[in-house]
């Protein structure tokens, strides 16, 4: 049963930035978007949603993806000045590191379930930009499939103590004709 969510301002870091730290609820979708496939991604798409999931990564074990890690089950972040490390209980535990030291992403990162992520701040805003995808993950829950091109921007923003809102900007020439927001 859900508790009551807490009230109260979000708790600010010692150089003054929203804290994220602590355990949050699985993350519910508000508006998934309206992504414009490729065709092929599209067929994949379809394929996907009419064998019921059947090869989804977390069918077989495998990380669920960017969008839908912490979708099912709480996960924990854990804030410092140089990193937020995201950890996700889930069927298949799995993990993220943002670098917020400022260093650039990889010149060739080797491709990963989680991509390389790097971020930054916009004023109480975390901008969390991420590359270096394999292709094997689903953007999302539901089977919408990409590519190694996949560029994933996320903006974090803790508005009062019980909330965390993440907007996901999804883009992937290889498999979308324009990026959508989720």
């Known amino acids: 049963t859900p508790h009551a969510t807490p009230s109260g301002p979000a708790p600010r870091t010692a150089e003054g930035k929203p804290n994220f730290t602590g355990v949050w609820y699985a993350q519910r979708t508000i508006d998934p978007g309206k992504p414009q496939p490729l065709d092929w991604a599209e067929k994949l798409f379809d394929d996907r ?38 950890i996700f209980e889930d069927d298949i535990p799995s993990h993220r590191t943002v ?57 974090l923003r803790r508005p009062d103590l019980g909330h965390l809102e993440i907007e996901f900007t999804v883009e992937d020439p290889g498999a979308y004709s324009k990026p959508w927001i989720i």
């Open 49 to 86: 949603v009419a064998n019921h999931s059947k090869d989804a990564p977390g069918a077989h074990c495998l990380t669920r993806g960017i969008t839908a890690a912490g979708a099912l089950f709480p996960y924990e972040l854990v804030q410092t000045p140089a990193r937020l490390v995201m």
């Open 99 to 155: 670098y917020l030291d400022g260093r650039p992403h990889p010149k060739d990162p080797n491709p990963d379930w989680m991509g390389h992520s790097i971020g930054h701040w916009e004023g109480d805003i975390l901008v969390v930009d991420t590359v270096g995808f394999n292709d094997k993950s689903w953007v999302d829950s539901q089977g919408h499939p990409h590519t190694e091109k996949l560029h994933v921007t996320e903006r």
